[in-house]
């Protein structure tokens, strides 16, 4: 059997105005298409049933309306949803004329309209709704046993104090309504782990983004807002420390603890594929490359800015809905042990590791164990379910799929070239373009490609994923400032991941002055000034005309450096940002200028200093 949402028209899915027949009168509800193409992708079939009296008022035709329907539709489709069927009475008992004066079993709250779509279209009544905006609505919805959603759009405000909201949920408009809808499955969990009946519409651990209907966990000093997410209109809110009593208020051990196995839990009661990505460089881009490409298919959610540990991991698992169908989960780490946590709590179907560099040395010393600790994650994943980029001289000795440039690799990275617009690239005999630069960033490309093969994708969804790409901030993200490029890689860095947006700049903007700001590479270990020293050494023969160099560790390493090249001019220490601002400043010739750097050396800054004299 199938399942239904039931919609009323007027006042509902549009602007109630008052017989409206024009098709350029058509306002949509602010949120509407989008519900409506959230209850699409959670299966349901939409069927409108609607009061259209002004046919029997003679204001319009039954002509006018199949136009208004039919424009409506268009648009809808446009959008990417469909409307089963319209079904309308066009009747009115009283102010009928002729034909249309007709007391019938059609017109709301008769419920005519509902049973003759449940028996065309075999509607399973216990998983169908009725939305409307009307206590008439409500009524045909619950002549039909199916359950009702009252709106107050149109003229919902008004009917609110006509209906039972004991047996009818009350919804600001379908887009409330459509945050609930998707997440049944965690409400039910809810309800299995603390018994307690919430209707959910967000998933939040910051005070500040609390809204009706969200779940607050109170992390850390978030014990403190307790009060104010009430106030806010919290659903439910778990918390570690708390004396406010309280029937939404789960009191438990730790906070953080019960919202890892409330997402371990979760994802097991989601039917979706989850593809865990860990690497000490390139794993944020991969997940927004593999997350563009499976959004061609189908509802996706990805780890979003540095919520990829463990608190961020299971967050994001939180914040999966019965809609999405793919997650796609960076998994980040200082220490032995973290994946595997992640790796426990998340259960991927898939696995990438991007490769193995000298991020976190401080802490785990050696690559050996870098190369330990990011293995954990195919703990969980099958072999054949497992990627790794096979250029890296760690990854290429696992027998698992491999991805890059090398012979060894499954899937190899023929040829490839840099456009004003991207690159173009072959795998394995097909031509890719991306929106995206860098070698290092096609080596990426073709792991996202793999696993994008592997769950199914068409060449045509691939390709179309690869040129829409929307990269999280500050990865070799392209700045333009006056006549100036400034391509932003200042999220964070190492030895490998500097070397490789050099290595970018060396190739792309053959016509411009090219300056690299390099800034210091943080948590390295014992060895770091070593590390600094060899990426100087690495810039020796690119063709980059002056390298500006900011922070403690980039003077120490200078200052060894530049005793064995004296006669090197491009490279110059600045111990202040705004030194560097001022030396680009007399720089008159159209430039692009790379910053690289961990991220607690800010240089975006320079950035903004540039775009405030240019403004």
């Known amino acids: 059997m199938n399942k239904a949402i039931f919609l009323d028209r007027d006042g509902t899915i549009n602007v109630e105005k008052d017989y409206i027949y024009k098709k350029e009168d058509l306002i949509f509800e602010k949120g509407a298409i989008e519900a409506l193409k959230t209850f699409k992708n959670l299966g349901y079939k939409l069927i409108v049933v609607t009061n259209q009296s002004g046919i029997a008022r003679n204001y319009f035709t039954e002509e006018d309306l199949e136009i208004f329907n039919s424009n409506m539709q268009s648009i809808l489709k446009n959008n990417g949803v469909e409307i089963e069927e319209f079904y309308y009475c066009p009747h009115h008992p009283t102010k009928g004329i002729g034909k249309y004066k007709v007391e019938c079993d059609c017109r709301k ?70 945050e609930i809808l998707k997440r049944e499955k965690l409400e039910k969990l809810i309800f299995e782990e603390f018994g307690k009946e919430v209707k959910i519409t967000s998933v939040v651990m910051d005070s500040r983004k609390i809204e009706k209907g969200s779940i607050f966990f109170a992390i850390n000093n978030g014990n403190q807002y307790v009060e104010e997410a009430l106030n806010k209109g919290a659903s439910l809110i778990i918390a570690d420390k708390t004396d406010i009593k309280n029937e939404k208020i789960v009191l438990v051990k730790e906070t953080v603890a019960t919202m890892q196995d409330l997402a371990h839990k979760y994802r097991k009661k989601l039917g979706i594929r989850v593809i865990g990505i860990t690497g000490s460089n390139g794993k944020t881009t991969t997940k927004d490359i593999l997350y563009s490409l499976l959004s061609q298919r189908a509802k996706t959610l990805k780890t979003e800015g540095n919520y990829n540990n463990h608190i961020g991991l299971p967050y994001t698992i939180l914040n999966l809905t019965d809609e999405d169908k793919y997650a796609v989960l960076e998994m980040g780490m200082s220490s032995l042990g973290e994946i595997r946590r992640l790796g426990e709590i998340s259960s991927p179907d ?68 840099f456009t004003n617009t991207g690159s173009k690239f072959t795998v394995n005999g097909l031509e890719y373009e991306m929106n995206l630069i860098g070698k290092h960033n096609i080596s990426n490309a073709a792991l996202a490609i793999e696993v994008a093969n592997r769950l199914g994708l068409s060449y045509e969804e691939i390709q179309a994923g690869l040129k829409n790409v929307k990269i999280s901030k500050m990865r070799l993200q392209e700045i333009v400032v006056g006549e100036d490029i400034y391509i932003n890689d200042a999220y964070n860095a190492s ?45 020796l023969d690119k063709k980059i005309k002056l390298i500006y160099l900011h922070g403690e560790k980039m003077k120490k390493a200078y200052d060894i450096f530049m005793k064995s090249q004296r006669e090197e001019y491009r490279y110059w220490h600045y111990p202040t940002k705004e030194g560097i601002v001022e030396s680009l400043k007399n720089i008159r010739m159209e430039k692009v200028v790379l910053l690289k750097g961990s991220r607690g050396m800010a240089l975006e800054d320079i950035i903004k200093a540039q775009e405030e004299m240019n403004d």
């Open 109 to 178: 709250p008769g419920n005519k309209m509902i049973e003759e779509a449940i028996k065309k279209y075999n509607i399973d009544r216990d998983k169908s709704y009725m939305i409307g905006d009307k206590k008439s609505d409500i009524d045909a919805g619950i002549k039909s046993k199916i359950k009702t959603i009252l709106v107050k759009t149109g003229y919902g405000k008004r009917d609110m104090e006509k209906i039972n909201t004991q047996e009818t949920l009350v919804c600001e408009d379908l887009k409330e309504f459509s």
């Open 350 to 417: 898939y696995g990438i590791i991007t490769n193995i560099g000298d991020s976190h040395l401080e802490f785990l010393k050696t690559r050996d164990n870098v190369f330990k600790a990011k293995t954990e994650l195919f703990e969980f994943v099958q072999k054949e379910n497992s990627f790794v980029c096979g250029d890296d001289e760690y990854l290429k000795k696992l027998d698992v799929s491999k991805a890059g440039f090398g012979e060894n690799n499954n899937y190899r990275i023929e040829e490839y070239e």
């Open 495 to 539: 030895p490998s991941s500097m070397k490789a947006a050099i290595d970018t700049l060396n190739e792309i903007y053959e016509d411009r002055y090219k300056i690299a700001i390099l800034g210091d590479m943080l948590e390295l270990g014992e060895k770091e000034i070593d590390y600094h020293i060899d990426v100087l050494k690495y810039l």
